[in-house]
């Protein structure tokens, strides 16, 4: 972005959205706004107040830096260090995955699972395998209003870190345990919640600039087949699982029947794949195999008979 001699915050903000659009990004304009009013410390109703104040030479090279940040293709996410997810301004680093709109299809799915499934006196035991930022699990608990039980398990401690600091602004109770999965927790859990890594190894490097380069490969690298992450779910699953329990996944695209195939093949048989706003097979829900009856009487869109599964 060139910085001129004499210049405000309404020119700052002008200039750096039409250098964004010449370099093709879609929200230059919203992009722009965030960007300046973060180097400045202003929100949008102080940026347009202040539109006309002429920046100090301070004030034009922080909007240069985050500027440069944004053309390198880093996600304005990242750049501000917080997003919003579930109505939650979630603080993220550079170890835990960006939160997307779409994971907010779980949140959804396991929130119907528990109103349809869980009859306890006690409030639901909820566990999300792979935490990251506490996205997932810190919506469930902030929506069951303190009346349910919740645990975040990541490999990462940095991103351990991030999801504590984060339950701790919100005023969340919740644990959080370093290990692989479920590989060191123990149940009964009524709801299991996970957004594993679910991209093929070898289709990492095709992906965005945004995700490629920013998210961790961790948070992406589902190996071969884009799996592994629901293999070491479903093996840790049953045990796991409360009687009456159910595991909710967030998948990739056409991920669906794969995913559905593999779970039969642990115990677990799986309803209908939910789908996100865009119309994608966004979230499943899988419950033990005998209680799916019980399951299906409970939760009427939740066809656990409507197409054949093959058990391995």
């Not at 999300?128 to 990541?154: M, V």
């Not at 961790?216 to 293999?231: N, S, V, W």
């Not at 097979?281 to 656990?304: I, S, T």
Request: glycine share 10%.
């Amino acid at each position: 972005m060139k910085v001129q001699s004499m210049q405000s915050i309404d020119t700052a903000r002008r200039s750096l959205a039409d250098e964004l659009r010449r370099h093709g990004f879609e929200s230059a304009a919203l992009d722009a706004r965030l960007i300046v009013g973060h180097a400045l410390g202003l929100d949008h109703s102080a940026l347009a107040a202040q539109s006309h104040h002429v920046l100090t030479g301070a004030e034009k090279a922080r909007i240069h830096a985050l500027a440069q940040r944004r053309l390198a293709h880093e996600p304005v996410a990242r750049i501000l260090g917080h997003k919003e997810f579930w109505g939650l301004s979630l603080k993220i680093g550079r170890h835990t995955f960006l939160p997307r709109p779409e994971t907010e299809t779980v949140v959804e799915a396991a929130l119907g699972a528990i109103a349809a499934n869980h009859r306890g006196s006690r409030g639901p035991r909820i566990a999300d395998l792979g935490t990251g930022s506490g996205a997932l699990l810190l919506a469930l608990l902030t929506e069951l209003n303190g009346e349910a039980l919740g645990i975040g398990t990541d490999i990462s401690r940095a991103a351990l870190d991030c999801a504590q600091n984060n339950a701790m602004a919100l005023h969340i109770s919740a644990s959080f345990v370093a290990c692989d999965y479920g590989a060191a927790i123990g149940g009964p859990i009524d709801v299991i919640v996970s957004n594993p890594p679910y991209i093929p190894s070898q289709e990492i490097t095709a992906l965005a600039p945004e995700v490629q380069a920013f998210d961790p490969l961790l948070a992406l690298d589902g190996g071969g087949d884009g799996l592994d992450g629901y293999r070491a779910i479903a093996a840790e699953a049953l045990r796991l699982l409360a009687p009456g329990g159910m595991l909710v996944v967030e998948l990739g695209i056409g991920q669906a029947t794969a995913v559905a195939l593999l779970f039969a093949a642990a115990g677990l048989v799986s309803g209908a794949p939910e789908h996100d706003l865009s119309g994608v097979p966004r979230a499943l829900v899988a419950a033990r195999r005998h209680e799916c009856l019980a399951l299906q009487e409970a939760k009427k869109h939740l066809d656990c008979g409507a197409r054949p599964i093959k058990f391995s």
